[in-house]
């Protein structure tokens, strides 16, 4: 048991449980930025993620990377959890403090 992480079956399964992961990630963000969309169009308002140029999909993508990254230097899943939740809502809360704005669209 000692060599089973040398093997060749185990670096299948670590390559497939990346991908398995990095897609996991990307769909999180998807899914982060465009669910509060949806809640806006349902209360019939123009969504906050359109019109205010706050960078709310920046800051999750970011976060999600990090997860990648600590997971696949083999970190604990903790402080990968750790590592994306301190990223993510430390960018947001200095986003927010510090008025960051992405650039509008020409209209």
Not at 30 to 52: Q, T, W, Y
Not at 53 to 62: D, E, G, L, Q, T
Request: with cysteine; charged share 20%.
């Amino acid at each position: 048991m000692a060599g089973s992480s040398r093997s060749p079956l185990y670096a299948e399964v670590r390559y497939r449980c990346k991908a398995a992961v990095e897609l996991s990630g990307a769909s999180d963000r998807v899914g982060s930025a465009f669910g509060g969309v949806l809640r806006d169009m349902v209360c019939n308002e123009i969504p906050k993620a359109f019109k205010d140029h706050r960078p709310y999909a920046v800051c999750s993508f970011a976060g999600g990377w990090t997860y990648v990254a600590l997971w696949s230097v083999d970190s604990p899943g903790w402080i990968a959890l750790l590592g994306c939740l301190v990223v993510t809502v430390g960018l947001r809360a200095l986003a927010l403090w510090r008025n960051w704005q992405l650039p509008a669209w020409r209209a």
